[in-house]
């Protein structure tokens, strides 16, 4: 793994205690003390019997890693990615459920990583509720609001955007940025995986990476970038093709931005 600190063009290789694992998760933040660290997760069951499971920290300042001691009671998604905010990583989160349990909804909620204490907080609720399937990512304006994009699986015509008005260690509070009827602009539902997404508050927009929408007569698929706004504005920019992945389910490459982490001038340890 390899860090690049952009500002001082600095890059620092960093092995890990064990093998990287396909479905890790990691996550960059610092403590109160402006330390860097670096969080890697993995939890996950590949087949029946076959788990998958680890949660430990790299300080920057030791070049080191340490074991965290985490029992979780939630599930992150091995494609949702986590967004940085005054250092820590917030998280969408669903309670864990066993392999055999049956179920058609369970809770959903905001989890967050605080890189001072090493351990994930208690839970955040959402403005929504999520059913499976259904299209969550998460940004950040100007690492002081969060912003999530929510796209129904039941009426996919749909989109909000919500922000965060008040976010604290124990409590949020949001409102809605944009409600669009996406029916007449793409017709389709943003990837599960996909729709990573910032927002310009004061032009009232916001722009979704995303692929074209899947067609059986069509075997290539373009990168694109939907910037979507107020009374219907929407432009779709292409990105370019998408790079294929191979089969056996036509995985492509999703386009993804980071809107959120802001670099300071702190001197990474080697």
């Not at 990105?239 to 056996?248: F, K």
Request: some cysteine.
């Amino acid at each position: 793994m390899t860090s690049l600190k952009a500002v001082r063009c600095q890059t620092v290789r960093i092995q890990p205690r064990n093998s990287f694992h396909r479905l890790d998760r990691y996550a960059l933040g610092y403590d109160k003390n402006r330390n860097h660290k670096i969080l890697r997760f993995v939890d996950d069951h590949l087949a029946v019997g076959e788990h998958v499971f680890g949660y430990e920290i790299y300080d920057f300042s030791s070049s080191s890693w340490r074991v965290l001691d985490v029992t979780p009671d939630w599930d992150i998604q091995f494609y949702q990615r986590g967004v940085s905010l005054n250092g820590n990583t917030y998280f969408f989160a669903q309670e864990k459920i066993t392999e055999d349990g049956e179920y058609e909804e369970f809770e959903d909620f905001l989890l967050y990583f605080d890189f001072s204490t090493e351990r994930f907080e208690p839970r955040l609720p959402l403005p929504f509720h999520f059913y499976v399937l259904e299209t969550v990512s998460l940004s950040s304006v100007r690492d002081e609001q969060l912003a999530v994009l929510y796209q129904r699986l039941d009426s996919y015509e749909i989109l909000d955007i919500w922000l965060t008005t008040k976010i604290e260690p124990s409590a949020v509070s949001w409102s809605m940025f944009l409600k669009l009827d996406m029916r007449p602009l793409t017709g389709f539902q943003f990837m599960v995986d996909g729709g990573s997404f910032f927002i310009d508050e004061e032009k009232k927009v916001a722009v979704v990476f995303d692929l074209t929408k899947h067609k059986q007569t069509v075997t290539r698929r373009y990168q694109t970038a939907y910037i979507i706004g107020q009374d219907g504005y929407f432009k779709p920019v292409s990105l370019g093709e998408a790079p294929y992945l191979g089969d056996p389910h036509e995985l492509y490459c999703l386009p993804l931005v980071c809107p959120s982490y802001a670099p300071s001038l702190v001197q990474l340890y080697n």
